[in-house]
C-alpha cells in the first residue's frame, strides 16, 4: 500500500492526557499537511510542512498543539493537556509541491474522543 | 467571515436532476482553486480543478468569478452515486502558497 497512513485510526483518552499521532505521507511528496475535521464541518487547516520545514501554522492553533516532520518523512502531531473540545477527526495529506495542482491525498485519519 | 463559505444544504435530487453548488471566498490573492468530494465517513478526494476560463469533466462544470470571488459547481444528469458531501476549496496566495483552506461542504443526496 503506498498511500497515506495514519496511526493510530482511534484514540480515546481522557482529559488532560498528552496523545500523539503519526503520519506516513507518500514517499515522493515533499508536502504533508495536518487538518482537524468534526462533524458537519469541512477540514479545518492545522498546519503543513515542505520537507522539514513547517511553513504555515493555523492561528486558531493553540500552544497546546505541535508537530514535526523531522527528516522530512513522516510526521507526528502531538495534543497536549487534551480538552474535550479536541475530539475530532485528524487528517493527513500529502502532495508534491512542483506545479501545485492542488491535489491533496488523505489518510483514512485518526479519530480523537477525548473524555 | 469564513476564508471559503457554502451552502451547506442539504440537497435532495432525483437521478437525472440537474443540481449547482456555490461557494465564495475572501482572500482575493487566492491562486487554486478545487471541489473535493467526501463520502460518509471517508476522507476528502479531488473532484477536479477549477480554471478562470470554466472547465469541463463529463457530466461536471466548474466555473470561477475572480471579480466576484465566486465558485461553482454545476452536475448534470444525476446519478446515486453522486450521493457526497461537496467540498470548495481555495489555495492561498502569497506567504500562504501552499495552504488549502477548505469550506464547510455541500451535502448531496440523489434519490431514485
Known amino acids: 500500500d503506498t498511500g497515506v497512513s495514519q496511526d493510530p485510526r482511534h484514540k480515546i483518552t481522557k482529559r488532560g492526557q498528552n496523545v500523539t499521532f503519526r503520519c506516513d505521507p507518500i514517499s515522493e511528496h515533499n508536502r504533508l499537511y495536518w487538518y482537524r475535521q468534526t462533524l458537519g464541518q469541512g477540514p479545518e487547516f492545522l498546519t503543513y510542512?515542505?520537507?522539514?520545514?513547517?511553513?504555515?501554522k493555523s492561528r486558531l492553533l493553540s500552544d497546546r498543539f505541535s508537530a514535526e516532520r523531522p527528516k522530512g518523512s513522516f510526521s507526528t502531531l502531538e495534543i497536549q493537556r487534551t480538552e474535550q473540545g479536541d475530539s475530532a477527526m485528524y487528517l493527513c495529506?500529502?502532495?508534491?509541491?512542483?506545479?501545485?495542482?492542488?491535489?491533496?491525498?488523505f489518510g483514512e485519519g485518526s479519530r480523537l474522543t477525548v473524555l | 467571515r469564513k476564508e471559503v463559505e457554502q451552502d451547506p444544504g442539504p440537497f435532495n435530487v432525483p437521478e437525472g436532476a440537474t443540481v449547482a453548488f456555490n461557494c465564495t471566498y475572501s482572500?482575493?490573492?487566492?491562486?487554486?482553486f478545487f471541489w473535493y468530494r467526501q463520502d460518509c465517513r471517508k476522507e476528502p478526494k479531488l473532484l477536479m480543478s477549477v480554471y478562470s476560463s470554466g472547465n469541463e469533466d463529463g457530466r461536471f462544470t466548474a466555473q470561477l468569478n475572480r471579480a466576484s470571488q465566486y465558485i461553482s459547481l454545476l452536475i448534470r444528469d444525476s446519478k446515486l452515486s453522486d450521493s457526497a458531501t461537496y467540498l470548495c476549496v481555495v489555495g492561498g496566495g502569497g506567504t500562504s502558497y501552499g495552504k488549502l483552506t477548505f469550506g464547510q461542504g455541500t451535502i448531496l443526496t440523489v434519490h431514485p
Open positions: 495529506a500529502s502532495s508534491l509541491s512542483a506545479g501545485n495542482t492542488g491535489e491533496l491525498f
Open positions: 510542512f515542505q520537507n522539514e520545514a513547517q511553513l504555515e
Open positions: 482572500n482575493s490573492a487566492s491562486q487554486s
